[in-house]
């Protein structure tokens, strides 16, 4: 019995050692705006890796491109591309009708930018389109429709019985 209670052992720990280690084990995670907000002294300095999706379209200056990122917590974190880092094509931009392309930039956060006035930052070293955007449908729900027209009727209605003039009476 204890014979058995050592090869056991032994085969135990021999499977652990050989069990394959998943690929992500060894790779920092991806960081939300508000880890980064929450723990910036930790931060600040150090490389990340932030995934979001693009909230406007890039806006290109002379020292490099801006981009407004979105994690999905209604915050957006501000990326700086410099000139001299590959900036991929942005071909689709968050708004009404359309999901923007969600990137994942590698890049170093700054609590607070010198180079850019004290903004809350990340200067990116690397950024690559995880997923591309596409556009949304948004149709028109009538029974919404139905329910602001029987309120704004019920307002209305309400608005002409407050302000409207009592009728005057005259005496005779």
């Not at 060894?26 to 931060?43: A, F, I």
């Not at 900036?87 to 999901?99: G, L, S």
């Amino acid at each position: 019995m204890k014979r058995l209670c050592v090869v056991l052992t032994v085969v135990a720990l021999v499977a652990l050692i050989v069990a394959p280690v998943p690929v992500s084990a060894g790779l920092p995670s991806v960081l939300s705006t508000t880890e980064l907000v929450e723990n910036s002294y930790k931060w600040d300095g150090r490389t990340v890796f932030f995934k979001g999706e693009v909230l406007q379209g890039p806006m290109v200056r002379n020292d490099g491109t801006w981009m407004n990122l979105s994690n999905g917590n209604n915050t957006a974190m501000g990326v700086f591309v410099p000139k001299d880092v590959a900036m991929p094509v942005i071909a689709h931009v968050e708004d009404y009708r359309t999901v923007g392309d969600v990137v994942l930039i590698t890049g170093v956060f700054h609590r607070v930018c010198v180079q850019h006035q004290g903004e809350t930052d990340i200067h990116a070293l690397n950024v690559t389109v995880v997923t591309p955007g596409s556009s949304r449908e948004n149709p028109v729900r009538l029974d919404r429709v139905v329910w602001f027209l029987v309120l704004a009727g019920l307002l209305g209605l309400a608005m002409w019985l407050y302000y409207r003039k009592p009728a005057r009476r005259i005496e005779h």
